[in-house]
């Protein structure tokens, strides 16, 4: 499985049957801090054996050590030991307590245990396409009515602004009309009255 950007869940795993366990595969390490995530988990979590066999295994058509997941070998934490041995049939595996690796008998996995990782479905909380369609209705319905009402005030207030005003009076002007209108300009030049 290649490395996802999703959340790992680490599970030990009795037995070495194949690199993937129950959709679960063995774990590669690839930086200090992944190695240290490991430790820290099993420090808070693990009762199980010191020593937990890692995804690697001895190559010898060219003597090196191999993920089983085919990622590169990027990074390694092996305990100070000679290489005098001989690795054939040779896997990684973490020291719970130290976090260092070493070397050991792939057969021994069986009682040993595997560390294996599987990805967690992580379902990411989106606004659907319902919620993005009237979020931008609102939105443009909101641009829209401000605008309307931006034309109708600057319309409201360009015909206020003509130089006219009309005023309605009840008392009344002349005994001969009862109702009585006045036109007057801005500058009461031109003030009129109807008699």
């Known amino acids: 499985m ?3 950007a999703l959340p790992t869940l680490l599970l030990p795993l ?13 774990i590669s390490i690839h930086n200090e801090e992944e190695n240290a995530f490991i430790l820290n988990t099993f ?12 995804g690697m295994f001895y190559d010898t058509d060219d003597a090196s050590f191999k ?35 070493k070397k ?7 009682v040993e245990g595997t560390l294996c990782k599987a990805a967690i479905p992580y379902n990411k909380k989106h606004l659907s396409d319902n919620h993005i369609l009237t979020s931008t209705l609102v939105i443009a319905s909101t641009v829209i009515l401000t605008v309307l009402g931006a034309i109708i ?13 009309t005023v309605f009076s009840t008392t009344p002007q002349s005994p001969y009309d009862d109702d ?3 036109v007057v300009a801005e500058e009461n030049e031109y003030a009129v009255r109807f008699d």
């Open 2 to 4: 290649p490395r996802a």
């Open 14 to 26: 009795l037995g070495l049957a194949a690199a993937t366990v129950a959709g679960a595969d063995m």
């Open 43 to 54: 420090k808070k979590q693990w009762k199980g054996p010191d020593d937990i066999l890692l």
């Open 67 to 101: 993920w089983f997941d085919s990622s590169n070998m990027t990074f390694d934490k092996w305990e100070d030991h000679g290489d005098a041995e001989d690795l054939v049939d040779t896997c990684g595996f973490l020291h719970t307590k130290t976090g260092e690796w």
């Open 104 to 110: 050991g008998n792939c057969e021994v996995s069986s």
């Open 153 to 165: 005030w600057y319309l409201y207030k360009r015909n206020s602004d003509s130089g006219f005003t």
């Open 180 to 182: 009585c209108v006045l």
